[in-house]
């Protein structure tokens, strides 16, 4: 007796792709989420290193960084999936290039401030050693 349903849901053959419009939608969350994480990891390495004896100018560097850098990268980066999720068609591939740019913005959230605050420390001991 043949079924007037149709095709039963768990005897799909082809995957489907998920949708491309809610791309957009979840860049934003990962941008937000990425600088919230960068701001907070700056600062508490900012705190730690001016603990250690680094130049309290540091904090307004630091600040500068977060505003010039970090806010129009994400900024940029969100915008263009924004744009992208609205234009392209869902596919594979379109999903493989948003995981891979998840995956580098976080990657660069995490990794730039440890690599700035032990740059700068690194500056400041370099500078007292010329200074002395």
């Known amino acids: ?7 039963r849901l768990w005897r799909r053959s082809t995957a489907s792709v998920p949708p ?4 957009g939608r979840r860049m934003t969350v990962h941008a937000a989420a990425a600088l919230i ?8 390495l900012v705190t730690s290193a001016i603990a250690a004896g680094a130049p309290s100018g540091l904090i307004a560097v630091a600040l500068v960084m ?11 980066t969100e915008r263009h999936w924004y744009h992208l999720s609205r234009q392209a068609l ?11 740019d998840v995956r580098r913005l ?6 730039l401030p440890f690599l700035w605050v032990s740059g700068a420390m690194a500056a400041t001991d370099a500078i ?5």
């Open 66 to 76: 977060l505003l010039a850098l970090a806010v129009p990268i994400a900024r940029m």
């Open 20 to 23: 491309a419009r809610s791309l």
């Open 106 to 111: 976080w990657v660069a959230a995490l990794t």
């Open 37 to 44: 994480a960068f701001a907070a990891l700056q600062i508490w």
């Open 128 to 132: 007292a050693a010329i200074a002395r």
């Open 1 to 7: 007796m043949a079924s007037t349903f149709g095709p």
């Open 90 to 100: 869902a596919s594979w591939g379109l999903h493989a290039r948003f995981r891979r």
